[in-house]
């Protein structure tokens, strides 16, 4: 699902890491974890298609990223949902609009009918909300309604970053529990987080690999975690 061959990322005159090679399996749940500032932002924001490698190459569900055209990008990034630190909604879009919103502007096909906005909503907790604004949401509701957003167009790879850095332990537990339902349903996951607390409580749960990125490099931790 995810290839990188010697990927470098610099910018402002600072390398922020070089020789980066990873495989990540269809079906995989990775964690990837380091100090502030390795990178692990930029890392998820390459494998969203957000910006280009400084060096080496990319590869996502099988195509080299940098053979992709405009219309290639857009295809690809159907098939990629991204949940950020920060819900980055829409505030005068309602809490049903916002997740709606890749579907809407994606052309492949009507806006979601109530009753699967519903399901959606029912899957994260959020049942009977699809009419509230952003700012009476909490910050635990909004992450989950990212959440929501990330996979409306039922994506093939699930990116997370730092997903619950802004929430309590009890909601931070509760994502855990719907990016685990996400992985045992088939889709492959990627989170970046620095809460080793949460690594080691998914372990419990489901067959999570924890990447670590430190020095300006990556490497698969061990049982340490």
């Avoid at 399996?25 to 494998?47: E, V």
């Avoid at 332990?169 to 809460?195: F, P, Q, Y």
Wanted: proline share 4%; with cysteine; net charge negative.
């Amino acid at each position: 699902m995810i290839e990188l061959e010697n990927v470098a990322m610099s910018y402002g005159g600072r390398t922020l890491f070089s020789g980066v090679s990873l495989e990540l399996a269809q079906g995989s749940f990775h964690f990837l974890t380091g100090p502030s500032g390795a990178g692990k932002t930029t890392l998820i924001r390459l494998c969203s298609l957000e910006m280009p490698p400084s060096e080496g190459r990319v590869r996502l569900l099988g195509h080299d990223t940098a053979d992709l055209d405009r219309d290639g990008v857009a295809d690809m990034r159907q098939r990629i949902g991204v949940v950020h630190q920060d819900s980055q909604f829409i505030d005068h879009l309602s809490l049903a609009e916002n997740i709606g919103l890749p579907v809407m502007v994606s052309d492949t096909g009507p806006a979601l009918a109530d009753a699967e906005m519903e399901q959606l909503l029912g899957w994260v907790g959020l049942k009977g909300q699809a009419g509230s604004m952003p700012a009476h949401l909490s910050g635990g509701e909004r992450q989950r309604g990212a959440l929501a957003r990330a996979v409306v167009r039922a994506p093939d790879l699930v990116l997370a970053d730092e997903p619950t850095g802004n929430v309590d332990w009890e909601m931070s537990l509760r994502i855990l529990d719907l990016l685990v339902e996400l992985n045992l349903s088939g889709k492959t996951i990627l989170c970046a987080t620095h809460d080793l607390t949460l690594i080691r409580k998914a372990k419990t749960r489901v067959n999570a690999r924890v990447l670590r990125l430190r020095n300006g490099s990556i490497e698969l931790a061990g049982a340490e975690l």
